[in-house]
């Protein structure tokens, strides 16, 4: 499971593209002006969009991988930083628990078994974590009863 972003890299360097010519023309403007110290303002906000689109699609690269067996159920979390943490439960033993709130839909899905308890998709948008969780109790309950 991969966060989804609606903004792809050639969507990002064409709205980039078009507010930088923005602020370049806004800048030579107010440049020509006397207002010079604007056109900091103008560096600035540019520089601060950019930042914001930085964050947004680092934190994109996290990721799950939910692998389930007769044997095992293994979720693997890949952190933005690249961390990944394992984690392991008894197929049998295992619990899935969804939260669901009349309006929205599910607000949180974990995995538990053994004493030990894991969030799982929690960046899903509310139509996939639907579908997430459909698939994934139905696939825990085939495994149960084999």
């Not at 806004?26 to 930085?54: I, M, N, R, S």
């Amino acid at each position: 499971m991969t966060p989804y972003r609606s903004l792809g890299r050639q969507g990002f360097v064409i709205v980039m593209g078009i507010i930088s010519t923005i602020t370049l023309v806004h800048g030579v403007v107010f440049l020509a002006a006397g207002a010079w110290p604007v056109v900091g303002f103008f560096g600035l906000d540019l520089a601060l969009l950019f930042g914001a689109f930085w964050l947004n699609y680092r934190s994109a690269r996290a990721c799950e991988y939910v692998r389930i067996s007769r044997t095992d159920l293994k979720i693997t979390k890949r952190a933005p930083s690249g961390k990944t943490h394992d984690y392991s439960f008894n197929p049998f033993w295992a619990r899935f628990e969804v939260a669901r709130h009349d309006e929205i839909g599910i607000t949180g899905m974990q995995v538990s078994g053994q004493g030990r308890v894991t969030d799982i998709g929690s960046f899903l948008n509310p139509q996939d974590r639907e579908s997430f969780a459909s698939a994934f109790s139905g696939a825990l309950a085939t495994v149960k009863r084999s």
